[in-house]
């Protein structure tokens, strides 16, 4: 049954992160291939900077969009289809509510990801191109092929790199991939906390967000204390304090999930 639940998520969602990302794509390719043919038809820097430089702010702003917008629609999406009038049909299927939460996490975090990648190489794209265009370079296929070339041999020194380095970057792709899911079930929680409300749910949900960033803005200050004093010491406890980041980040995740999953299976207040 959880299988159906996130099948019928992706299907429900699919069409508006689908032209999400099509929109990353046609963006660095559009803002790519004027850069180029600018560069090429004029030597004039001036005019090149103005063609260029809405390329590059338009780029700058599309990154954090292409990562905050699956977040937020996610939890639109969780606020109607759990604490809303879509509540009654969702909470009456045959199935726990573990798992109902549980898809739609796994549904948002997904979408998220995929987001965020195609944003962030439309960016790198737009970026690339529009800066050696700003040079006075004129871009070749010899030029993507040689960043195509720089990238392989970036990859190759990257097997060969120290164990401890290795570690490390597990590490943190580890803590950005929960810090991302965190994102979204804390959202879910302060949903969860919102529907107690009798009325003005959202508002409850707005304020029970703000609460708990404010206590989480409060953890991270601490830890990021701890981990300026500890880690400098050695290597040894650099990783130690890197990991225990790491295991705190899933705790809260876990927190979270947990929290948010009993507030709907013994607290339901749906209007």
Not at 189 to 216: D, E, K, P
């Amino acid at each position: 049954m959880l299988r159906k639940l996130i099948k019928n998520e992706f299907v429900a969602t699919a069409k508006t992160y689908l032209i999400l990302i099509l929109v990353c794509v046609a963006f660095g390719v559009f803002t790519a291939l004027s850069s180029i043919l600018f560069g090429s038809l004029t030597d004039n820097p001036a005019l090149m900077m103005l063609v260029t430089l809405p390329s590059l702010f338009l780029g700058s702003m599309l990154f954090p969009v292409a990562m905050a917008f699956p977040i937020f629609h996610s939890a639109w999406r969780f606020y109607k289809s759990m604490a809303a009038d879509e509540g009654y049909l969702m909470h009456m299927l045959p199935v726990p509510t573990w798992m109902l939460v549980f898809s739609k996490g796994i549904v948002g975090t997904v979408w998220v990801l995929l987001s965020s990648l195609f944003g962030m190489a439309s960016y790198v794209l737009s970026q690339a191109t529009s800066t050696i265009v700003l040079a006075g370079h004129d871009f070749t296929v010899s030029d993507a092929l040689g960043m195509i070339e720089a990238l392989e041999n970036m990859l190759k020194k990257g097997l060969n790199i120290d164990p401890n380095i290795v570690f490390v970057i597990v590490n943190v792709a580890l803590i950005t991939l929960l810090s991302l899911i965190l994102s979204i079930l804390s959202i879910y929680l302060c949903i969860a906390i919102g529907q107690l409300w009798t009325a003005h749910r959202i508002l409850g949900s707005v304020l029970a967000y703000f609460a708990l960033n404010a206590v989480t803005n409060i953890l991270v200050s601490v830890m990021l204390v701890l981990f300026v004093i500890i880690a400098v010491e050695s290597l040894t406890a650099f990783n130690i304090v890197l990991s225990l980041c790491t295991l705190l980040t899933a705790a809260c995740c876990v927190a979270c999930y947990l929290v948010t999953v009993h507030l709907f299976k013994n607290k339901l207040n749906l209007q």
